[in-house]
């Protein structure tokens, strides 16, 4: 369904902001951000999705 609405590079923008990885929720490729991964940047506490981000 997400994929039905959003490009691959819509939601692993979105998932990797979500994650701490992406400064935006902006489309990001996997591989632009794997090559910024760094497990500091990926939060410890829960993770709530903001209103709208998906939908």
Do not use: C, H, Q
Request: aromatic share 10%; charged share 25%; net charge positive.
């Amino acid at each position: 369904m997400l994929l039905s609405r959003n490009t691959p590079e819509e939601l692993i923008g979105k998932l990797g902001y979500l994650a701490g990885l992406n400064p935006s929720a902006k489309p990001r490729t996997l591989k632009s951000l794997l090559k910024e991964f760094d497990w500091k940047r990926v939060p410890k506490e829960n993770i709530f999705v903001p209103a709208g981000l998906f939908f």
